[in-house]
Structures are given as C-alpha cells and as structure tokens.
C-alpha cells in the first residue's frame, strides 16, 4: 500500500487535530477522569463537524466511497489527545447498524447527529469474543450480563451480541430503558466501563449483513491505531522534552543513549502504524483479513509498554506527577492494549492458521 497521505488526509488529519486542540484541554479531561464521566459536550461538537460522515454513508449504499483509512486517520488523532468520547465504540456500532436496512433508516441520522449514541456489547464473564452465551426469548425479551462495555453507561443504545434460534446476531437495545442496569468499572485508563445486567429487555435483532466476526475486526484493527495514537503521543512529548531538559550543561537529547532510547521509541512506532494501516487497507478491500488485523493488534500491544516505559524513563521524575500530561497516554495505552484482544488473545488466532500451507509464488 502506499503509505504516503492524500492531500485529502492531510487536509483531515489539519482539521481534526487543530479541533481537538482548541476543545479539548487537558485539564478538563482531568476533571472527567476525576468524576468517572465522559464529554458528552465535545462529542456533540464532533457530530456537529461532520467526522461520523467517516462512518455512514449519506447516500445508503453501502461502503464506496468511504476509506477506513480516513476513520483509522481520525480514531488515532482523537487518541493522541485522550479525548473521553466513544469514536471507536460507535464507529463499530455504526458500521454494523447501517447494514441493517430496517433500523438504519430510523437511527443512522439520529446516531449522526448525536441524539444517539450506540456501542457494542459482546464479551461475557468468559471474557472470550468467541463465546456468545446469552440468549434472546422467542418474544424478542434479553436477560443476562455483559461484561467490560467501553461507555456503556453512557451510551443510549447497546448493540448486543447474542444468541436466539441457534443463531448468534446482534440485537439493538435501549440503555435507558427498564431491566437495563449498570455496574461501572474502574479502567486502567480511567475511561468509562461497565458492567451491564439486562432483565427481560426489549432487544431488536438486526437484519443485518455484518457479523459478530467483522465487527470485532474492525474494533481490532482501531484499537490497534489507538495504541498507536498513544505512543505516538509520548514520543512527540519525550522528544520535546529531551530538547529542552538539561544535564551536565547541555540538553539530554544530545546524549547517545537517549537518542538510542528515541529512535527505538520511532521505530516501534512507525511498526506498529503500518502493521494497522495495512489492517485496514485489507478490509477496505473486503478482505476478512483475521491473520493481518490479529497481527496488527498484537504487534501494537506489545510495543505499547517498551515505547511508554521508555517515554517514561527519558522523562525522568518529571514523568510520574499527573501535572505532566505523559500520564494520560501510559493509562490509555496500556488500557487499548487489553480492548479488543490482548497479545496473546491475537497471537492466539494467529497460531490458528499456522499449518496452512502459504503458495508464496
């Protein structure tokens, strides 16, 4: 693939990082953390600039014309700012609900403009994404428990997987109705999670052409890009501060070994980029793709530890107080390291295909 951007990504990678920039400061993501919420302000404004227009189609006829280039390009930049909204959580919603020509009608403009806001449910206490246990009743009524719901408590709508006629589909529910009861978690990124109890809860079945295995490569290979997003972001922040930081009379950055320290932080980094971006550019051609968004997931999460410890150990004692903002993108890193399949979970549907015999001529 060509890894150059279009004039037309450098015009969107412009627009959204100047946006994030002016409305979303540091210090009221603090405050967010503090009170466990989310900004639902700055994702009104999101909805407001048109950036979900990356995840419908306007016109409803499927995927042309939009590249998952362009939303993978936005999901990293909304990470490298640590926002508190739910861009990938309903990126995947999205995908799935437009495919459902019943329900898209009615909730893809409601979705869009920020009056709704979807997110998926899928793993179980079992905490496996091959695993689908609970069942919808024949009179379409879910009762069961879904565990780990990036901002579930927040969210107006949960795409639920789950099983009813011996088949495993989505179902569209509404959080804010009866039966539906949260349990919030405290994440390592301090962003919103929960635990979800649904008793005897309408649940809509999708008539949908995705599949549970599609949603959860497309939620793969985006957390992949918000590892990436992360580390990218301590890089840039570490390599500022080794320019300016000052030991035995000059910068810390004119000493080999913290040179060696950045360039491997960069190397691990551009890796990482191009393992997801590759990801991506598979499924935009239709490709399932398992083997190469697995790869790209696990490469990502392996690397997030090495860059940030490193970021951290450049930094110094600088690097640990919560005044210095480095401390948003080890928690988030290490946080999107473990969504969406850890290393081992990835390496795991790696080794699946391992014995299949590869023509490489």
Same mark, same amino acid.
């Given at each position: *693939? ?6 037309? #990504?450098?015009?969107?990678? &412009? ?7 002016? &409305? ?11 009170? $466990? ?14 950036? !979900? ?5 306007? #016109? ?92 579930? $408590?927040?969210?107006?709508?949960? !795409? ?7 088949? %495993? ?34 649940? $809509?079945?999708?008539?949908? #052409? ?11 290979? !985006?957390?992949?890009?918000? %590892?990436?997003?992360?580390? $990218?972001?301590?890089l840039d922040m570490t390599v500022a501060y080794a320019k300016v930081r000052e030991q035995f009379g000059q910068p810390i950055g004119r000493f080999q070994a913290v040179r060696h320290h950045c360039a491997n932080m960069a190397s691990r980094v551009a890796s990482a980029r191009l393992l997801a971006l590759e990801a991506l550019s598979a499924l935009d051609r239709g490709e399932q793709a398992d083997v190469r968004v697995a790869a790209a997931k696990a490469a990502a999460s ?6 940030? *410890? ?35 979970? %990835? ?15």
């Amino acid at each position: *693939m060509n890894l150059d951007p279009t004039e037309t #990504q450098r015009l969107l990678e &412009e627009t959204v990082r100047g946006f994030l920039e002016a &409305e979303a400061p540091y210090d009221r993501t603090r405050k967010l953390e503090a009170d $466990q919420g989310w900004d639902a302000g700055l994702w009104g404004k999101v909805c407001e600039q048109g950036f !979900l227009d990356l995840v419908f189609n306007a #016109q409803g006829a499927g995927h042309d014309g939009r590249s998952l280039l362009d939303l993978g390009l936005v999901v990293e930049l909304f990470a490298r700012r640590a926002v508190m909204v739910p861009i990938l959580e309903v990126a995947v919603a999205g995908r799935v609900l437009e495919t459902s020509p019943a329900l898209a009608s009615e909730w893809v403009p409601e979705v869009a403009a920020g009056r709704a806001v979807p997110v998926p449910a899928i793993l179980e206490a079992g905490d496996r994404f091959d695993s689908v246990d609970l069942e919808v009743s024949a009179d379409g009524h879910l009762t069961g428990t879904k565990y780990f719901v990036d901002y579930g $408590q927040h969210a107006t709508h949960h !795409l639920v997987a789950a099983n009813q006629g011996g088949e %495993c589909d989505f179902f569209w529910v509404d959080a804010r109705g009866e039966g539906v009861a949260f349990e919030p978690l405290l994440s390592v990124g301090r962003t919103p999670v929960a635990v979800v109890r649904y008793s005897k809860v309408p649940a $809509q079945r999708l008539d949908a #052409q995705a599949s549970l295995a599609e949603a959860i490569r497309l939620g793969r290979a !985006l957390a992949a890009l918000q %590892c990436v997003g992360s580390m $990218q972001a301590s890089l840039d922040m570490t390599v500022a501060y080794a320019k300016v930081r000052e030991q035995f009379g000059q910068p810390i950055g004119r000493f080999q070994a913290v040179r060696h320290h950045c360039a491997n932080m960069a190397s691990r980094v551009a890796s990482a980029r191009l393992l997801a971006l590759e990801a991506l550019s598979a499924l935009d051609r239709g490709e399932q793709a398992d083997v190469r968004v697995a790869a790209a997931k696990a490469a990502a999460s392996r690397a997030v530890p090495e860059v940030l *410890m490193l970021g951290h150990q450049i930094h110094g004692g600088n690097g640990v107080i919560e005044e210095n903002d480095l401390y948003f993108f080890t928690l988030r890193g290490k946080e999107r390291s473990l969504a969406w399949g850890s290393v081992e979970e %990835c390496l795991a549907v790696m080794a699946e295909s391992a014995a299949t015999e590869v023509d490489w001529f």
